[in-house]
């Protein structure tokens, strides 16, 4: 168990993905209340439903500042506190072999250096 985290409040943003719902669940275990946002309204609700009591799923855009109010302010009108708020959201480029990485970064560098060049 960990420490202080029941009877606490979470909210976590992007909890409908992969490391959002699994903090979700491993803090709801411990007893923490939770606060579901995520843009895609399915999978914060399905999030939700199988955690049972203690959560609540609030679909926002973490990119809009009335989106924002709102979900915190439904999480105070709900559970009084935020006491822990993982910014999570947000999406993940995609996933490269290194050395595609490495001509992607050389090629970047010949475009820079192309352009300094046909300055002169
Ligand atoms: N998985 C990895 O290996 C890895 C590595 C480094 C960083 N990250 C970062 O960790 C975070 C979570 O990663 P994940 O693998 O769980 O991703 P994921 O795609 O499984 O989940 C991201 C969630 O964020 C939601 N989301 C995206 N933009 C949003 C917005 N504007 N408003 C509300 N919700 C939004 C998506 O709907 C999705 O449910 C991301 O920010 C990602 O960039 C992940």
């Not at 924002?68 to 709900?78: P, S, W, Y």
Request: aromatic share 6%.
């Amino acid at each position: 168990m960990l420490k202080g985290i029941a009877g606490r409040t979470a909210l976590i943003t992007g909890a409908g993905g992969g490391i959002g719902s699994a903090t979700a669940r491993r803090l709801h275990a411990e007893g923490a209340n939770i606060v579901a946002v995520d843009r895609d309204a399915d999978s914060i609700e399905a999030l939700v439903a199988e955690l049972g009591e203690r959560a609540l799923a609030v679909p926002a855009d973490v990119t809009s500042a009335d989106d924002t109010a709102r979900f915190f302010q439904r999480a105070v009108d709900t559970f009084e506190t935020v006491d822990m708020f993982f910014a999570n959201a947000g999406v993940e480029s995609k996933v490269i072999t290194l050395a595609r990485y490495q001509e992607n970064r050389i090629r970047h560098y010949h475009k820079i250096l192309d352009e300094w060049i046909a300055r002169d």
